[in-house]
C-alpha cells in the first residue's frame, strides 16, 4: 500500500545529525564519562531515527496518497516526537558540545546569526512560531499546497521539524538557562497542549476540509473522508496530551516539591 522512498535530503540530514552528535558525545566521554551517559546518545538517535523514518517510510507516502490520519501521524512524529527525544538526548553539556567548537565558535562571532537564535529561544517567540506553524500548515489551501508541491512540502517538514524543537527546548531547558522556571515550563507545555487541542477540535467537528483526500480511491480501513480526518483530529488529541499533557504533570509535580521543600521544611537544630 505504501512505498519506501529513500529521500536523500532527509537521510543525509539524518546522518549529519548523528555525525554531529558523535563528535560531542567522544569529546565530553574524554573528559569524564559522567559528562554524558549512553542513555543520551539512544535517546538523540531514537529522535534522528523517527524523523528519518517519518519521511522515508510508507508513512509517507501513505499520508500522501491515502489517509489524512497517516499525514497527521507524520506531522507529529516531526514537530512533537521526534524533536522530544532530540531535546532529551541532548540534556546538559551535549547542548554545547553538539557542534564542533570551531562551529561554535564562529557561530559566537556572527553577531547577526546569534541574534536570530537569542530571538528565536525567547520563551513566547518559541510558542508562537510552534502554533503558527502547526496551525498555518493546516489551513486548507497551504496544506493542499503542500501535498501537490514538493518543494512546499520539504518547507513545512523542516519549519515543524525546527519549532518542535524551539518548544521542547523551553519545556526541558536542556541547556540550563533558565529562561522559565520550573511552574512556567509546566504552563508553557500546558499552553502548547491547549492550542494543539483547538487545532484537533475543528478537525473533529469540521466536515471534511482537504480536496487531496476526498475522492481518494481505495482508502484504507474502509473510511471516507469524515472519518479518516475525524481519526486525524484524535490522534493528534491523543499524542499530544502523552508528550505535552504528561510533561507538563511531571514539572508540576517537581514545582511542587521544590515549593515543599524551601518553605515547609523543618528548620535545621540549633548548634550548642
Known amino acids: 500500500m505504501g512505498q519506501w522512498t529513500f529521500d536523500p535530503l532527509p537521510l543525509v540530514g539524518g546522518a549529519v545529525a548523528l555525525v554531529l552528535y558523535a563528535q560531542g558525545f567522544q569529546r565530553l566521554r574524554s573528559r569524564g564519562t559522567h559528562l554524558v551517559g549512553w542513555g543520551r546518545a539512544a535517546l538523540y538517535t531514537l529522535g534522528v531515527l523517527i524523523g528519518v523514518l517519518a519521511l522515508v517510510s510508507p508513512i509517507d507516502t501513505i499520508g500522501e496518497e491515502k489517509l489524512l490520519a497517516v499525514h497527521?501521524?507524520?506531522?507529529?512524529?516531526?514537530?512533537?516526537?521526534?524533536?522530544?527525544?532530540?531535546?532529551?538526548?541532548?540534556?546538559?553539556?551535549?547542548?554545547?558540545?553538539?557542534?564542533?567548537?570551531?562551529?561554535?565558535?564562529?557561530?559566537?562571532?556572527?553577531?547577526?546569526?546569534?541574534?536570530?537564535?537569542?530571538f528565536l529561544l525567547r520563551p513566547w517567540v518559541s510558542f508562537?512560531?510552534?502554533?503558527?506553524?502547526?496551525?498555518?500548515?493546516?489551513?486548507?489551501?497551504?496544506?493542499?499546497?503542500?501535498?501537490?508541491?514538493?518543494?512546499?512540502?520539504?518547507v513545512e517538514h523542516w519549519s515543524f521539524i525546527a519549532t518542535g524543537v524551539l518548544v521542547w527546548v523551553q519545556i526541558l531547558d536542556p541547556s540550563?538557562?533558565?529562561?522559565?522556571?520550573?511552574?512556567?515550563?509546566?504552563?508553557?507545555?500546558?499552553l502548547i497542549l491547549f492550542a494543539g487541542m483547538v487545532l484537533s477540535e475543528v478537525l473533529i467537528a469540521a466536515h471534511?476540509?482537504?480536496?487531496?483526500?476526498?475522492?481518494?480511491?481505495?482508502?484504507?480501513f474502509g473510511w471516507d473522508a469524515a472519518e479518516d480526518q475525524n481519526r486525524a483530529g484524535v490522534l493528534m488529541m491523543a499524542e499530544q496530551v502523552l508528550t505535552f499533557g504528561m510533561v507538563a504533570l511531571l514539572l508540576v509535580?517537581?514545582?511542587?516539591e521544590q515549593v515543599e521543600r524551601e518553605h515547609f521544611s523543618p528548620p535545621p537544630p540549633p548548634s550548642e
Open 72 to 118: 497527521m501521524l507524520q506531522h507529529l512524529l516531526l514537530g512533537d516526537v521526534a524533536p522530544l527525544f532530540i531535546v532529551l538526548g541532548l540534556v546538559g553539556p551535549m547542548s554545547v558540545f553538539l557542534l564542533p567548537a570551531d562551529v561554535l565558535r564562529s557561530v559566537g562571532r556572527f553577531r547577526p546569526l546569534r541574534a536570530v537564535i537569542s
Open 128 to 154: 508562537w512560531a510552534w502554533v503558527i506553524a502547526m496551525g498555518a500548515w493546516h489551513i486548507p489551501a497551504a496544506y493542499d499546497a503542500a501535498v501537490r508541491h514538493p518543494a512546499v512540502h520539504v
Open 176 to 190: 540550563r538557562h533558565r529562561r522559565l522556571s520550573q511552574g512556567m515550563r509546566a504552563v508553557f507545555a500546558g
Open 208 to 220: 471534511p476540509l482537504y480536496a487531496p483526500y476526498l475522492h481518494v480511491a481505495h482508502r484504507p
Open 253 to 256: 509535580w517537581g514545582h511542587v
